[in-house]
């Protein structure tokens, strides 16, 4: 993933930026978000806030249940969910304060990178320009 300060080119304090947003662009916690079933699965977990199992989850996508199960696994391993074993069944549930404290972090570093100030406001599906100079 290609990290740019702001659209016009220039990033404040270069190197310091870019550590700052390294830190919280995880391309695992990405990578995990980027499925539409683990989203789907994410979204079944938030409603109701309460710990569900794979057989529960297992309605909410066009999957098999051992897909699910892998699903359910890769979202533990980036952090989004915790696991809990009791007796046969494991019992997941989305770490709302963790999840929340990681997109937080992500916007400040954002922030920090390219201040409110200098930044150009787009509106939905337009794409950014280059800054004068670039090669096209």
């Not at 915790?82 to 997941?92: D, L």
């Not at 990178?113 to 337009?126: D, K, M, S, V």
Request: hydrophobic share 40%.
């Amino acid at each position: 993933m290609v990290v740019h300060g702001c659209y016009d080119g220039s990033m404040p304090s270069g190197k310091d930026c870019c550590a700052a947003l390294k830190r919280w662009l995880s391309p695992h916690f990405f990578k995990a978000l980027g499925d539409p079933n683990r989203l789907a699965i994410l979204v079944a977990l938030s409603d109701g806030a309460r710990e569900r199992t794979v057989s529960e989850l297992a309605g909410c996508c066009p999957v098999d249940l051992s897909v699910v199960s892998r699903h359910l696994r890769t979202l533990r391993e980036a952090g989004v969910l915790e696991a809990r074993k009791q007796g046969k069944e494991v019992f997941y549930r989305v770490r709302f304060d963790a999840l929340v404290a990681l997109l937080r972090n992500l916007a400040d570093a954002l922030e920090a990178c390219c201040p409110p100030a200098r930044r150009r406001a787009l509106t939905p599906g337009q794409r950014p320009s280059r800054p004068q100079g670039g090669n096209t």
